[in-house]
């Protein structure tokens, strides 16, 4: 097949990094991909590392965009496209242009990005017409698709976003007294972190107000880390700052850690006992899968997508976002508890490998793909 991925973001978080890796197994099972995208470094360093064709086009408008639509129409004028795959829900209108303008593709709208507005009126009624098939990441997003758009159920398929577990797994030679010493991170603690864009959205001010209450407990005998880059949005601009100023005014900076992203993710995995998605409401959670392949009891907001990951009080713990205390508990449990931690650990390397192997969702799209041509 022939598919060409779509998608205008400037960003690089959990989304962009799954196009570029799903991109990458497309091409691997023997199928022509292109991608098209508005300049974003990150981006086109994942495609052009895997030698994958791509377009780098700054969109002309945000909607109906007629003009990006015709340039990609004319630097592709000779590209057979059997599928034109979308990831984001503002890009459909101009993908609906770009399909009638080829004339033969399939428009495939992968929905990563929940939404519980209503979109029933003429504008995204004729949006829904021209979509072929839509495939939502969770369950409880098909059934908020189907509430608030007017998308036929027939036309959903689900399919969770998956891990490659060649990748994240243990490694047994891992120095993980060299790693530390090298990050300036205490040993001999337990060790709690997230790994996330430096966001508000993200919500990582709440593990600062945890730990206040767990560290009279544990002194010495606990650590917190965050990993990630601060976003260039209106929800990340200096929330870096706001979050050291917080742990400072909290009196809390011998007991945190703050490091930017990094390419080599797995070590911090590879340190951490526990792992925290603190987000109050998060789409999906692909970082929950990454900390399970990596053998660690993880713990995430009752709300969105964590619900279907993580089997609650079998490896790891489900919370109320608007009930602290209630994570206090759950983190200071596994803290005291290693046969706990050990125990979840091991459900979670069992969950992941059963349900969210990488290689097998890939099969379920190209299936999905192939149905719909």
Same mark, same amino acid.
């Given at each position: 097949?022939?598919?060409?991925?779509?998608?205008?973001?400037?960003?690089?978080?959990? $989304?962009?990094?799954?196009?570029?890796?799903?991109?990458?197994?497309?091409?691997?099972?023997?199928?022509?991909? =292109?991608?098209?995208?508005?300049?974003?470094? @990150? $981006?086109?360093?994942?495609?052009?590392?895997?030698?994958?064709? !791509?377009?780098?086009?700054?969109?002309?408008?945000? !909607?109906?965009?007629?003009?990006?639509?015709?340039?990609?129409?004319?630097?592709?004028?000779?590209?057979?496209?059997?599928?034109?795959?979308?990831?984001?829900?503002?890009?459909?209108?101009?993908?609906?242009?770009?399909?009638?303008?080829?004339?033969?593709?399939?428009?495939?709208?992968?929905?990563?990005?929940?939404?519980?507005?209503?979109?029933?009126?003429?504008?995204?009624?004729?949006?829904?017409?021209?979509?072929?098939?839509?495939?939502?990441?969770?369950?409880?997003?098909?059934?908020?698709?189907?509430?608030?758009?007017?998308?036929?159920?027939?036309?959903?398929?689900?399919?969770?976003?998956?891990?490659? %577990?060649?990748?994240? /797994?243990?490694?047994?030679?891992?120095?993980?007294?060299?790693?530390? /010493?090298?990050?300036?991170?205490?040993?001999?603690?337990?060790? =709690?972190?997230?790994?996330?864009?430096?966001?508000?959205?993200?919500?990582?001010?709440?593990? =600062?107000?945890?730990?206040?209450? $767990?560290?009279?407990? !544990?002194?010495?005998?606990?650590?917190?880390?965050?990993?990630?880059?601060?976003?260039?949005?209106?929800?990340?601009?200096? !929330?870096?700052?706001?979050?050291?100023?917080?742990?400072?005014? /909290?009196? $809390?900076?011998?007991?945190?850690?703050?490091?930017?992203?990094?390419?080599?993710?797995?070590?911090?995995? @590879?340190?951490?006992?526990?792992?925290?998605?603190?987000?109050?409401?998060?789409?999906?959670?692909?970082? &929950? &899968?990454?900390?399970?392949?990596?053998?660690?009891?993880?713990?995430? @907001?009752?709300?969105?997508?964590?619900?279907?990951?993580?089997?609650?009080?079998?490896?790891?713990?489900?919370?109320?976002?608007?009930?602290?205390?209630?994570?206090?508990?759950?983190?200071?449990?596994?803290?005291?508890?290693?046969? %706990?931690?050990?125990?979840?650990?091991?459900?979670?390397?069992?969950?992941?490998?059963?349900?969210?192997?990488?290689? /097998?969702?890939?099969?379920?799209?190209?299936?999905?793909?192939?149905?719909?041509?």
């Amino acid at each position: 097949m022939n598919i060409l991925t779509l998608i205008f973001s400037p960003a690089w978080g959990g $989304l962009e990094m799954f196009v570029g890796v799903l991109a990458k197994r497309f091409q691997d099972k023997g199928n022509n991909i =292109i991608g098209v995208f508005s300049p974003n470094p @990150s $981006l086109e360093e994942s495609f052009r590392t895997n030698q994958i064709r !791509y377009e780098v086009i700054k969109p002309t408008f945000p !909607y109906i965009d007629f003009i990006t639509a015709w340039r990609i129409k004319k630097i592709l004028s000779k590209t057979e496209i059997d599928i034109i795959q979308v990831y984001q829900s503002k890009d459909l209108s101009t993908a609906i242009i770009l399909k009638k303008l080829f004339r033969t593709p399939k428009l495939i709208f992968t929905q990563h990005m929940d939404s519980r507005y209503d979109k029933k009126d003429l504008f995204h009624k004729w949006i829904y017409k021209n979509i072929d098939k839509v495939i939502c990441i969770t369950n409880d997003m098909k059934k908020n698709h189907i509430e608030h758009t007017p998308i036929k159920e027939d036309k959903i398929e689900v399919v969770h976003n998956g891990i490659d %577990l060649n990748r994240f /797994k243990r490694n047994p030679d891992f120095d993980k007294e060299s790693f530390l /010493k090298e990050k300036n991170i205490p040993k001999d603690r337990i060790i =709690i972190g997230t790994i996330a864009r430096l966001d508000r959205l993200k919500n990582q001010k709440l593990l =600062i107000n945890v730990a206040e209450k $767990l560290i009279p407990d !544990y002194k010495d005998k606990i650590h917190f880390i965050f990993v990630g880059d601060e976003t260039d949005s209106v929800s990340g601009k200096n !929330y870096k700052n706001e979050l050291t100023s917080f742990i400072k005014e /909290k009196k $809390l900076e011998d007991y945190f850690s703050i490091f930017g992203f990094s390419k080599d993710i797995e070590k911090f995995y @590879s340190i951490l006992d526990i792992f925290v998605l603190t987000t109050t409401k998060e789409s999906f959670g692909l970082v &929950l &899968l990454e900390a399970m392949a990596m053998g660690l009891p993880v713990i995430a @907001s009752n709300y969105g997508g964590p619900p279907e990951i993580i089997e609650h009080k079998v490896n790891g713990f489900l919370f109320d976002p608007d009930n602290k205390d209630e994570l206090v508990s759950q983190l200071s449990k596994l803290h005291s508890d290693e046969k %706990l931690r050990k125990s979840m650990s091991e459900k979670s390397v069992g969950i992941v490998k059963n349900k969210f192997d990488l290689d /097998k969702k890939v099969d379920e799209y190209l299936r999905i793909f192939q149905s719909t041509l």
